[in-house]
């Protein structure tokens, strides 16, 4: 009789529910013999004899009581002096902490609006409990291309009870971050990601996508791998390397037709005439823009003067001859430099400001034209231009694109030049893919930045650079999804990205934090539980918590995600 009670379905009881419990948490006493079994993130449910609701719950934590050895009590002097307490006769137990997830219906999970009763029975949750949680079939073995597994369930990894965690990429036109600190295991997650995205076959995204473009800014050379070896993600019919020019790399060749190697020229068209006189007096000035207003106005004014441009640079104009093509004015640095002096010497321009933006312009050449050579000379020779990027999203081809900002790649590039750079890719995305909207067209990019803090800084506590990356960041941030465009931040230090930005993320992979940052973390992503706040800053590499709209689960979750596929990276020097 006793057994019987303590089986169902060949499931054996685990403990009894204990008196206070209410709708959301509840205490447990295992068996002796389970007191061993359970482990915390344990998945449990509770058989109650109220009204036969199941109750789906997580453990969160366990305590062991022993009455010897309590505070003050009887033994304390025994102990005191050395004596070990009669074991056998004491009076021990185990007291597990529930969370309750909810009520288990065919349906899925309901919200309980009652708790259980002292007394009700808990066993270890099936897989076929935690079947209604997922939106397919599980014992298929089977996720469908809408899902990208991550990793597993922490805790039910083991071939018997294995449960998989998943990202659901039916909401990837959502922004995800990727927080922890240094070796938590943040480029393993995104790498894991990618690889995941580069593996799918089944076309159900918007615009049908087979897979979802990507352009990473790789500050560390984490994702060369798929350069040197494009067969990790085959679903990308070309993985592109883009480096800046005098680096390293250019001695690398590539290794396979499916990778493509260039250098960094981008399409300054892509920024207005005020926000390129703002990227070149705030380089000039070392990202300050105050008190350097008057030359801020008189050069934009000056590069918004299109009549006049188009008289003084007749060979500057875009192809179809309308619009004037500011790649080629900023190369014609001799007869910029003329121009202000015509103004200055007809009292246009106050001398001092004319004397600073002729540096600033000088300095923004030598830069960006002489030294790095991003700059082309006409807009139609940038790598990174429209047909670019209408290129690597194009729905039937889409392509894996990395801005090497590694040292290989950039060698000796300062991170003004980088930013540069990002800023001035992400209004280009941001300029084609409102075109894309207005037109009807359904595209998709996954744009992921490794180091995030240093493209989208909050200055108030981490003052880097200058701001043109963090303004556009924060448009795509605020505005982005609604076009197909969404942002993979990856970061060490949260609390160092602009919290606008930050606050625009909805769905957080958690990985080992510094307790300093930890109520940073929990107010972005919308609080957490306490015991998963405890547990932030102790977590081994690859362990994290997945929480927010990509999660499928309700409720922030424990995933062990997986390792990326082991492709030791080597460069390919020619030698010759
Ligand atoms: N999922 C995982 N499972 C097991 N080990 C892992 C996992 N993820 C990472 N590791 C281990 O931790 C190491 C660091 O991982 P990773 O480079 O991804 O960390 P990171 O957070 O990106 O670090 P950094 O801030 O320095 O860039 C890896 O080399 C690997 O040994
Ligand atoms: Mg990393």
Redesign the pocket.
């Known amino acids: 009789m006793e057994n019987e009670l303590r089986q169902i379905g060949g499931r054996k009881q685990l403990g009894y529910v204990l008196s206070r419990s209410r709708s959301d948490y509840a205490y447990f006493q295992p068996l002796k013999e389970m007191e061993a079994l359970i482990k915390e993130g344990m998945f449990v449910v509770i058989i109650s004899r109220n009204e036969g609701l199941t109750y789906l719950a997580e453990i969160t934590g366990i305590s062991h009581y022993n009455e010897y050895y309590e505070k003050g009590e009887i033994w304390a002097e025994a102990l005191r002096e050395g004596f070990p307490p009669p074991d056998e006769i004491s009076r021990r137990y185990t007291v597990a902490a529930l969370r309750i997830l909810g009520v288990l219906t065919p349906q899925g999970l309901r919200n309980p609006d009652k708790p259980p009763l002292p007394g009700d029975l808990v066993y270890p949750a099936s897989l076929n409990d935690l079947q209604s949680l997922y939106h397919y079939d599980l014992s298929s073995g089977q996720t469908p291309a809408r899902f990208i597994e991550i990793?597993k369930i922490y805790g039910y990894e083991s071939e018997e009870l294995k449960l998989p965690a998943l990202l659901d990429t039916n909401n990837i036109n959502m922004h995800f971050a990727v927080i922890?600190?240094?070796?938590?295991?943040?480029?393993?997650?995104m790498g894991r990601i990618i690889e995941m995205l580069g593996a799918r076959s089944g076309i159900d995204l918007p615009g049908g996508y087979k897979t979802i473009p990507v352009m990473i800014v790789d500050a560390?050379g984490?994702y060369l791998d798929y350069f040197e070896n494009p067969e990790l993600v085959k679903s990308y019919s070309k993985v592109k390397r883009l480096y800046f020019e005098g680096s390293e790399a250019d001695n690398i060749r590539s290794q396979s037709s499916k990778a493509e190697l260039k250098r960094i020229k981008i399409d300054l068209n892509a920024l207005s005439p005020s926000e390129i006189s703002e990227t070149i007096i705030a380089i000039y000035h070392s990202g300050k823009l105050e008190g350097a207003e008057l030359q801020l106005n008189y050069l934009s004014s000056f590069l918004s003067d299109i009549e006049r441009l188009k008289e003084q640079f007749p060979l500057c104009m875009s192809n179809n001859n309308y619009e004037v093509d500011y790649n080629c004015i900023i190369n014609k640095i001799d007869k910029l430099k003329e121009l202000i002096e015509e103004d200055r010497k007809a009292n246009k321009v106050h001398s001092s400001t004319a004397d600073a933006v002729i540096r600033a312009v000088a300095n923004f050449h030598e830069l960006m034209v002489k030294k790095h050579n991003i700059i082309p000379s006409h807009g139609a020779n940038a790598e990174i231009n429209d047909d670019f990027v209408d290129d690597i999203t194009n729905p039937k081809d889409p392509k894996l694109v990395i801005l090497d900002f590694s040292t290989e790649g950039a060698t000796g590039v300062d991170l003004t030049v980088k930013q540069f750079v990002v800023g001035n890719v992400l209004a280009l995305l941001f300029k084609k893919f409102t075109a894309y909207r207005i037109q009807g067209v359904n595209r998709l990019l996954l744009f992921v930045i490794e180091e995030a803090q240093n493209y989208a800084p909050n200055t108030q506590v981490y003052p880097i650079g200058f701001s043109l990356a963090k303004k556009i960041l924060a448009s795509v941030a605020t505005q982005g999804r609604k076009f197909g465009l969404c942002l993979g931040l990856?970061t060490?230090r949260p609390s160092y990205v602009d919290p606008i930005v930050m606050s625009m993320m909805n769905t957080f992979i958690i990985?080992r934090v510094a307790p300093g940052d930890i109520k940073f973390v929990s107010t972005v992503t919308g609080g957490l539980p306490k015991y998963i706040e405890r547990r932030l800053t102790y977590m081994e590499?690859?362990l994290a918590v997945l929480t927010g709209q990509m999660n499928v689960f309700p409720y922030p979750i424990f995933v062990?995600?997986?390792?990326r596929e082991k492709h030791k990276y080597s460069s390919i020097v020619n030698n010759e």
Request: hydrophobic share 10%; glycine share 22%.
């Open positions: 990793g922890g600190t240094t070796g938590s295991g943040k480029s393993n997650t560390n984490d990856v060490q990985h590499p690859g062990k995600v997986d390792r």
